[in-house]
């Protein structure tokens, strides 16, 4: 599977599903799995939404440089 979206809606009918948004970024054949969803789920959100809503880090770039460059050391030559 190259891509997969996750959209919400409801069958409208056995054979039709009325979808809450357009989908903009897949064309041709495709495969549906439906679910029964609850209503209580909050909104689908776009993971860059969700990350920049994050409160910031307290690690200082020095603190991940060096962590990188443990770990990349502990690989050895493979």
Avoid: C
Avoid at 30 to 36: G, I, P, S, T
Avoid at 55 to 62: F, I, S
Wanted: aromatic content about 4%; glycine content about 6%; charged content about 30%.
């Amino acid at each position: 599977m190259d891509k997969a979206i996750v959209v919400r809606g409801r069958l409208s009918d056995p054979r039709h599903i009325e979808l809450d948004e357009p989908v903009t970024s897949l064309y041709g054949a495709v495969e549906v799995v439906v679910r029964a969803a609850s209503e209580r789920l909050p909104p689908v959100r776009d993971v860059f939404d969700l990350i920049a809503g994050l409160p910031p880090g307290q690690r200082l770039k020095a603190d991940i440089d060096r962590q990188m460059q443990e770990d990349r050391a502990s690989w050895g030559n493979r």
